[in-house]
């Protein structure tokens, strides 16, 4: 409320810059430690061979597919037109503009190359860090939605409801998410996309799948999460609200849930950090995600070390940016 | 305008505890009516029967002849009607004031944003805390926060109103702001049902007193005759314990 910033002084207890020594010190000695293991193991480090699973520059090359000579080239702006004009037919190529390698009136072979050009294009596992944060995003959207419905089935006094529930949580919390994957795909998937067929509609990707199994398997976690920020909050709100004439409803979406989402935040965000690296088993279902496209960079490049690491670091890129989304998010609650 | 017929309530925790036994009472419109009574009397118990918070086990209870208990009556229409506040407020703490007040006239009473701006500036000033409009009931004091919550109960325009302990979680210096604004409600005609311990004001605004101990009703009587010439033992107990 308004301006009642009253900057406290920091408390800084004696000998604050000696121990903020002492911390520099001991980052130095864990990362030189490190350092020096990795020399001490026979291999070679080739960091120079990675870059290119970020990002690399592809030769593209626009051929002819008919025999012909060149009728016309039309410059533009930024792309010109290259028209052939064989003995029946013509056809039209556009390249860009400084790319082109022929000239009017070139004889022209099937196959022959108009025009050539470098083109950035995204590496392996930037293509796989894509489709994780898709996984993952997705996944958190909809494990939200479940943990949401599933809380509140979970403390209904509704017998079906709060059973089933439990049962879902003990299973799925219970049992190997390897497993689960495996489920989805080959069992579920196997059905659902019959069914899909029946209807005549085309099959559901794997994504899909993997998807499912990610938001339901945080899904599970979520739902024990928000039963206990449900059950956190005072009685008192509960009577409060419906005493003005709520229903259980509106007492739910208006006061209740408001305020236990705010105070399950922290555990949220842990959760959803694990959904993150739990998609790293996608692979499994044929999903390349940043973990398998991680592998295909190291068949190809025989370079393990570089790529896992650098993988690593891929994924705490994620699962930092979550945290900070969502420490910003608890203090743009608490303080209004 | 209320009329209770009967009621037993019994609660396991986890032993058998005989809340209210064969409680009856009639309150009608624009009465003001103290319950009072030692811990664990059943007095709080008998007041949130009136809204349902509580079920009773058997029964009758009539709230403006609509039957309370009855399974097919909508209870929150009934509850719309039966202002309430408690003894901690329970004001809510993720919303300013003003929304505190406002809410339930949107949600419950599907009033226009204007017309509940209106009304919930109406009865901020008439509590006296509108300059607090846009803070949270954190930042303020408890008789603060109580005298939200009565303008938040009156928000709906009820019929009744109905205090449980309102005062007894204030600091001693904060009892007179929340008592005055009960005071002035009372002189305006409300119906009011009050469980409370002070006598002062029991004096000064009730129309009859309920004395109730172990589940039941003992004593009921106009304030004079119930602090002058109380019949019942424990009624004389309990005033020599708290006057």
Redo the contacts between chains.
Sequence with gaps: ?GKSENKQPTLRPANYNLWVGVFCVIILIVAGAFYYATQKISYVWRWNRVPIYFAYKDDIHITSEIDGDVESITPGDKESIITIKGLSESESYNAPADSVDVEEGDMIFIGDTLASYQEWKPGLLIIGLWITLQISVIATILGVIIGIIGGLARISSNPALRWTTIIYVEIVRGSPLMVQILIWYFVLGTVINEILAAYGLGRLPAFWYGVASLAFFAGAYVTEIVRGGIQSI?R??T?????????YG?SML??IL??AL?RILPPLAGQFISLIKDSSLLGMIAIRELTKAAREAVTVSLQPFEVFFLTAALYLVLTFTLSMLVQRLEKRMTI? | MIDVQNIYKTFWVPDEVRALVDVSTKIEAGEVVIVCGPSGSGKSTYLRCL?R?EKADSGHIFIDGIDVLDPKTNI?????????V?Q?F?????K?VFDNVA??QK??RKRSKAEAREKTDFLLKKVGIHDKS???PD?LSGGQQQRV?IA??LA?DPKVMLFDEPTSALDPEMIGEVLDVMKNLAKEGMTMVCVSHEMGFAREVADRVIFMDEGAIVEVGSPEHFFKNPTHERTKLFLSQIL
């Excluded at chain 1, 009577?239 to 229903?247: D, K």
């Excluded at chain 2, 929150?76 to 309430?84: D, I, L, T, Y």
């Design positions: 409320m005072h008192g709100q009577e409060a609200a419906r005493s003005l004439g709520m229903s509106q208006h006061i408001p305020q705010r209004q | 809204n918070l929150n229409k009934v509850r719309a009607e039966v202002g309430m408690f901690s329970n004001l809510f703490p993720h300013t809410l339930a949600v419950v846009n803070a949270h930042n919550a938040r109960a709906m």
